[in-house]
């Protein structure tokens, strides 16, 4: 059950008004890596008072639809720091989609888990991260055998531009699906 636009003017993104109808019930972490010839793992750091988040987004074998799975850490003093979410964090927690840690490091620690059974499905192109502030990150993922190169800095804020208007056309033609998380569709919203 996703609700998105609660609140949402008109300058809102447009993908959102395709949200909820692209949902695919049956797309879990483990069905898209079965379902996907290639995957790219997309990490936004946050902070000590913010979500660190993934995209596991993968192309479907034998076409050209995008699969979008995603979770996300808070360390713990976020919910301190942002006591009117805490309740819905703890929601999004209960529900498997957030991991509330004590240290970051334990974070980064399971998303290079993510890359490496991302990578041990035969399926990682490649891991894209805000080239700001990421090498604990880049760490983790090397303590695993996932070479440095293979961690891409992408440039943030406008030059984004691209990549979001791909995905919302995307979504609107029904070329991109995703595993319906209520997470997402409050990140959305």
């Known amino acids: 059950n996703i609700e998105v636009g609660v609140g949402l003017g008109g300058d809102r993104w447009r993908g959102a008004d395709h949200w909820v109808d692209e ?6 972490l483990a069905t898209l890596l079965e379902r996907s010839e290639v995957v790219v793992l997309g990490v936004d750091g946050g902070g000590l008072d913010d979500l660190l988040g993934v995209a596991v987004l993968g192309r479907e074998i034998g076409g050209r639809r995008w699969l979008l799975w995603n979770k996300a850490w808070a360390p713990e003093g976020a919910l301190t720091l942002r006591k009117a979410e805490a309740a819905r964090f703890r929601d999004f927690q209960r529900d498997g989609q957030l991991v509330i840690v004590r240290d970051m490091e334990e974070a980064f620690s399971d998303v290079a888990d993510l890359a490496l059974q991302i990578d041990q499905a035969g ?3 490649g891991v894209a ?6 090498g604990l990150i880049i760490d983790a993922m090397v303590e695993r055998e996932i070479a440095a190169e293979r961690c891409i ?3 943030q804020g406008w030059k984004l531009n691209g990549a979001i208007k791909s995905v919302e056309v995307k979504l609107a033609s029904g070329a991109m699906v995703h595993a319906g998380q209520s997470m997402m569709a409050w990140c959305v919203g």
């Open 123 to 125: 399926v990682l192109h």
């Open 23 to 28: 949902v695919d019930p049956e797309l879990t």
């Open 129 to 134: 991260l805000d080239p700001m502030g990421v």
């Open 153 to 155: 800095g992408i440039p």
